[in-house]
């Protein structure tokens, strides 16, 4: 079987359209299927719309969130709930077209156990190509595991990587960069991204700034590193300054118009101490980041709460805190 997991958010108005398209495409799969759709507390008519569909089509399976938890909580709930031997992640906008997960499912037939996207295009306005493309890189550069440029949580994956992805025990997740750290075998494949087909993208600035730290803090510590160095850097500075104003001092010397008899130190006094605040504050900010990811995590609260559901029996993989 293959399961075909949908996150999805205030999306009425594309729900015929998501559902034609995807039914159609599993047409060309040659397998049973079932489309695992997760409605993460939607505002609108998405459950109403979904639930119809579901009641009428035994290869769609409904859950609905009590509230609103999160694009990767949606992901999350989706894949535990889904029993395909082949799973896909896909959104509910259609950027990522369903006419093309027949390629990435017949890589995943020749034994691939992740077979990811790679955006070549993408249709997004002008500042969002730039912040993705700067994020991506910059991502990379300080993640201590490899994580693709360009690829987002669209993808297909062998059920012996889902069972190892549903195992791991932590709420704050960052799919793209877990399947990664899993291991096993993986390929990129490339695809043009469309735009989206209806309505407003649901993933504000805040949102898409949330989800980029919590690639950074999951999968590296170099933000701390730098924080240590950048401490070290300044102290060094200011001692080796320290040493040369009292040189300075000592022999009387005027360097660059400076004299330490005659500088009153007013203004380079403020300038110094507003620069090693604002060091200090960011270096506070850093640490707090990964001190509130620690105590969200050890609060052990689930990381979703299932309201409703519609074509299944059974409450999915029990995940550590659920």
Not at 53 to 78: M, S, W, Y
Not at 226 to 244: D, F, K, P, Q
Request: net charge neutral.
């Amino acid at each position: 079987m293959i399961s075909v997991v949908v996150p999805m958010y205030n999306e009425s108005d594309g729900i015929p359209m998501l559902y034609e398209r995807l039914s159609k495409a599993a047409q060309s799969w040659g397998e049973d299927y079932e489309l695992v759709w997760v409605d993460d507390g939607s505002q609108d008519e998405t459950y109403a719309l979904c639930q119809k569909l579901a009641e009428a089509d035994p290869h769609l399976k409904l859950i609905g969130f009590t509230r609103n938890f999160g694009h990767q909580a949606a992901v999350t709930a989706g894949l535990c709930y889904a029993n395909g031997d082949i799973i896909a992640i896909i959104d509910a906008d259609l950027q990522d077209p369903p006419e093309e997960l027949h390629k990435f499912i017949d890589k995943c037939r020749e034994g691939y156990d992740v077979v990811y996207a790679i955006r070549t295009r993408r249709k997004e306005n002008l500042f969002k190509r730039l912040f993705y493309w700067a994020y991506y890189r910059f991502l990379a550069s300080m993640a201590d595991i490899k994580i693709p440029l360009d690829s987002g949580d669209f993808c297909v994956m062998s059920r012996q990587i889902l069972d190892a992805l549903n195992s791991l025990p932590e709420r704050n997740r960052f799919i793209r960069g877990l399947r990664v750290w899993l291991g096993f075998r993986h390929i990129g494949l490339a695809y043009e991204r469309q735009a989206r087909a209806y309505g407003e993208p649901k993933y504000t600035l805040a949102k898409l700034v949330n989800l980029g730290l919590d690639g950074i803090i999951n999968f590296s510590y170099r933000p701390m590193r730098l924080l240590t160095l950048m401490g070290a850097g300044i102290g060094l500075a200011s001692c080796l300054l320290a040493v040369v104003v009292v040189a300075m001092y000592l022999g009387n010397l005027t360097v660059l118009g400076y004299n330490p008899h005659q500088a009153t130190g007013w203004t380079s006094l403020i300038i110094s101490i507003l620069f090693l605040s604002g060091t200090q504050l960011f270096g506070l900010g850093v640490v707090g980041e990964y001190i509130g990811r620690i105590f969200d995590e050890t609060k052990g609260r689930p990381m979703y709460l299932v309201g409703r559901q519609v074509g299944f029996d059974h409450q999915g993989t029990k995940l550590p805190g659920r």
